[in-house]
């Protein structure tokens, strides 16, 4: 009997593997990234529909098979793409890409997760002014977590890495960072 395993996640990308499965991109805070498929979630009363998204963070059920992950139970927690406006969606999908595109394939970077759901909150409860400094922090984070960056990342204070004075700082130094995250994907090959 294969072992299960209970994590939280949040769906990053979702593509049609069969006439009613998916397959799923996830990022999860105990395994880290990691590919999926779910089965029967494209009928048209599949019960894991809605928690399976994109950009939806759920409570997901996963076990390990010898063909891969397999998705088999999924608990809505937050569903962000309709929370978030067109811009910020914008920024999520820009990061988002990024991460997918320099990930090889599985990682068990856990960190990524805390970072990426940071990242979506801040985008919902900063205003529009910081949302650039926002966006430059998750991609530097997400640079340095694939171990593309060894500069210094601004530290995190009270449970979250976004917060005001660090994005005021980032704002002011942007070409700086902007230029760290460009160097981390000339460094990847991209």
């Given amino acids: 009997m294969r072992h299960k395993y209970f994590v939280n996640g949040l769906v990053l990308a979702r593509f049609p593997f069969s006439e009613d499965s998916v397959s799923l991109i996830l990022l999860t805070d105990e395994l880290g990234l990691l590919r999926a498929s779910a089965r029967a979630i494209r009928k048209p009363h599949a019960k894991l ?38 811009p910020a969606r914008s920024r999520v999908a820009r ?54 960056d060894d500069g210094v990342l601004p530290e995190q204070l009270g449970g979250s890495i976004y917060y005001p004075e660090v994005l005021r700082t980032l704002c002011e130094n942007s070409r700086e960072y902007v230029t760290r995250i460009n160097r981390g994907i000339s460094a990847s090959g991209l």
């Fill in 49 to 86: 529909a809605s928690s399976l998204q994109t950009l939806s963070e759920s409570k997901m059920s996963l076990v390990h098979g010898k063909l891969g992950w397999r998705l088999f139970g999924a608990q809505y927690i937050q569903q962000w793409s309709p929370i978030l406006s067109f």
């Fill in 95 to 148: 990061v988002n890409e990024l991460l997918i595109r320099l990930a090889p394939g599985e990682m068990k970077q856990v960190s990524l997760y805390n970072t990426f759901i940071g990242f979506l909150k801040a985008l919902d409860e900063f205003p529009e002014d910081l949302h650039d400094a926002i966006e430059h922090l998750a991609a530097l984070r997400t640079v340095h977590a694939m171990g593309l």
